[in-house]
Every structure is written in C-alpha cells, then in structure tokens.
C-alpha cells in the first residue's frame, strides 16, 4: 500500500509569484484535503476535493485553488503569493467516500518560503 | 481562532515517565482525534475518538474526553525517546463548515 506523497519537498518563491504543489493519495483513497501550517501553529483546513470538485473549504482566499485529477491526485494552486504564505503545506487523503472530518492519512508535506 | 487549545505548550519528562496532554474544545463535536507530528513533517493519526465514548486505549495510549467540560486528554504510558514530537487534538463541530480544527499542539520531549 502506498502512502500519500507530495512534491517538491521545498520550495523557494518571490512575493507576487505563483506556485503549484502536488500530491498523490493513499491507494484506494479518493478524497484529498490540503492544510496549511504555520511555524508553530496546527494546521488550518485549506479545503478537500471529492470526485474532482471541491468539497468543503476554509477561510482561505480565492487565491488558493486546487484539482483533483481521475487518478485521485491533487493539485494546489497558490496566485499572488504573500510573505504569510510562508509555510509547510500538507496533503492529506481519507478513506472513500470520505469526509473531511474523518481520520487523515498525511503527506510528509511541502515547505514553502515566499522571500 | 481554532477550536482546540492544547495545554502545555511544552513538556520535558524523563523516559519511563508518563506524559499527559490536554485539550480543550469551544462548541459541541462529533468527535476528537490525535495526531503526532515529527519535526514538521506530515501528521500521525494515533487515535479517535466520538462524542459518546469517555475513554479509549491503543497501545500505551489512553485517550479520554469529557464533553461536559468540553476537554479531552492524551496520557503516553511509560515513554519512550521516539515519542518526542509535537501532539495536536483535531475536533469536528457538529455544526458549522465540515472540516477538523486542530489545536496548537503539546511540543513533547523525552529525555534519556
């Protein structure tokens, strides 16, 4: 069984820039969240993507977008980016049919800089 | 501002000692669940627990929640150096957006 993983592991952005994360999901697992998680924060719900369309979503800007792929994949999509944005970002996957309350199988997570 | 709100910050013990955690939670929850996190890295899930159980065990884990004072703890028995980390109690309001609402954390450190 393969775990959820994301790409890149780090990653270093000017403010104003616009940045793509990715993210594969646990095998069998059809439902992505992405979270955000400040330095010594927990982390803040972004949103979730079921069956392609997004699913429920945080107080996030519209900035912050994201796609669900046929193959359950994810993508985050962060335009404009702030010096706030700075971050590690992480993907998480949940059982089929899942809710975004469910238990989270996480992602090691992307680190992001905005410089 | 986030739902749960762990209690210490911080907590340094000695392995073989037992470590207690808390959270503490606003509105009414479906459930309650545990994570662990590994310097910044992606989160463990350890345990969940629902609004209508008080106490629940994994291993040396011991999880209990009291809705009526809307809190909830993590007790580690006999710990270990590999269970430093950083601990976070996620709640799931029974209304309101569905999504978990983590808390700050408890950065736990066993010292050999």
């Known amino acids: 069984e393969t775990g959820v993983t994301q790409s890149p592991t780090h990653l270093i952005k000017t403010r104003g820039q616009q940045v793509t994360l990715r993210c594969s999901s646990q095998?069998?697992?059809?439902?992505v969240s992405w979270y955000q998680q400040a330095l010594g924060q927990g982390p803040q719900f972004i949103f979730q993507?079921?069956?392609?369309?997004?699913?429920g979503r945080g107080n996030f800007p519209p900035r912050f977008s994201g796609l669900q792929f046929p193959n359950y994949s994810s993508e985050l999509n962060v335009n404009a980016l702030e010096l706030d944005d700075s971050a590690l970002y992480l993907c998480?996957?949940?059982?089929?049919?899942?809710?975004?309350?469910?238990?989270?199988?996480f992602g090691p997570g992307t680190r992001l800089t905005v410089l | 501002s986030q739902q749960g709100e762990e209690d210490p910050q911080a907590l340094s013990i000695q392995e073989g000692e037992n470590a207690t955690m808390n959270c503490s939670y606003k509105?009414?929850?479906?459930?309650l669940q545990w994570y662990r996190q590994n310097s910044g890295r992606g989160l463990v899930h350890l345990i969940l627990?629902?609004?209508?159980?008080r106490e629940k065990h994994s291993g040396r884990l011991r999880v209990t929640l009291d809705t009526s004072k809307k809190s909830s703890s993590l007790l580690i028995t006999a710990s270990r150096a590999a269970d430093t980390a950083s601990y976070f109690c996620?709640?799931?309001?029974?209304?309101?957006?569905?999504?978990?609402?983590f808390g700050q954390g408890t950065r736990l450190t066993i010292n050999p």
């Open positions: 998480a996957s949940s059982l089929p049919g899942g809710r975004a309350t469910d238990t989270q199988y």
């Open positions: 095998s069998g697992h059809n439902t």
């Open positions: 993507y079921y069956r392609e369309e997004e699913n």
């Open positions: 509105t009414s929850i479906n459930n």
């Open positions: 627990i629902r609004s209508n159980e």
């Open positions: 996620a709640t799931d309001a029974i209304q309101g957006a569905q999504k978990l609402v």
